[in-house]
Antibody, heavy 121, light 114 residues
Framework: QVQLQESGPGLVKPSGTLSLTCAVS?????????WSWVRQSPGKGLEWIAE???????NYNPSLKSRVTISIDKSKNQFSLRLTSVTAADTAVFYC??????????????WGRGTLVSVSS | QSVLTQPPSLSGAPGQRLTISCTGS?????????VHWYQQFPGTAPKLLIY?????PSGVPDRFSASKSATSGTASLAIAGLQADDEAVYYC????????????FGGGTKLTVL
């Protein structure tokens, strides 16, 4: 079955750039799905960050858009997240998730296990 | 604060029926966008519980049901026959058409089984 696995540094310095990758296994990233990043600050709720389709189409959370880039590498069956100018407020568990198109929205039927990224000097 | 409003916590006794509300506005639930629900246990990823307002993925017990009222801009998740292992955090999720559109989550409801 399809699985998602996040990877990337667990520690990023303030004002630095957070970079994460989500590897898709057991299925093709070129399937009819959107691929998203969702984060969860410690003890807090879920926050959707961005999504990408295999065509390269993207959508971003308006509150993060100026700092976020999502990209896809179909040859490696993976997609990635870059978040620039990070602060301690960006410390969170980052999940990658598969989005299924619904009536004007997506639902996330498959999630990675998540990776904790801490922002600290 | 979250665009979708959920009660921060609820509690119920085993066997009880309990409802979690999710209140939005005219740019999300009130506009007719679908609502989805997730269940999250500590230290684990969220799990899809209900999709497209009232559909259960395979494997989700029929004790879980949900509804949506676009007229009132609200959605609800109902859990019947409450069990100890239902103790988790529940999130609603939808789409908001403001600011060029984005996926939004509720703040989550911590369910405690007494």
């Amino acid at each position: 079955q399809v699985q998602l696995q996040e990877s990337g540094p667990g520690l990023v310095k303030p004002s630095g750039t957070l970079s994460l990758t989500c590897a898709v296994s057991g299925g093709s990233i070129g399937s009819n799905n959107w691929w998203s990043w969702v984060r969860q600050s410690p003890g807090k709720g879920l926050e959707w960050i961005a999504e990408i389709y295999h065509s390269g189409s993207t959508n971003y959370n308006p509150s993060l858009k100026s700092r976020v880039t999502i990209s896809i590498d179909k040859s490696k069956n993976q997609f990635s997240l870059r978040l620039t100018s990070v602060t301690a407020a960006d410390t969170a568990v980052f999940y990658c998730a598969r989005g299924v198109a619904a009536a004007g929205s997506r639902y996330f039927d498959l999630w990675g296990r998540g990776t904790l990224v801490s922002v600290s000097s | 604060q979250s665009v979708l409003t959920q009660p921060p916590s609820l509690s119920g006794a085993p066997g009880q029926r309990l409802t979690i509300s999710c209140t939005g506005s005219s740019s999300n639930i009130g506009a007719g966008y679908d609502v989805h629900w997730y269940q999250q246990f500590p230290g684990t990823a969220p799990k899809l519980l209900i999709y497209e307002n009232n559909n259960r993925p395979s494997g989700v017990p029929d004790r879980f049901s949900a509804s949506k009222s676009a007229t009132s801009g609200t959605a609800s998740l109902a859990i019947a026959g409450l069990q100890a292992d239902d103790e988790a955090v529940y999130y609603c999720q939808s789409y908001d058409s403001s600011l060029r559109g984005w996926e939004i989550f509720g703040g989550g409801t911590k369910l405690t089984v007494l």
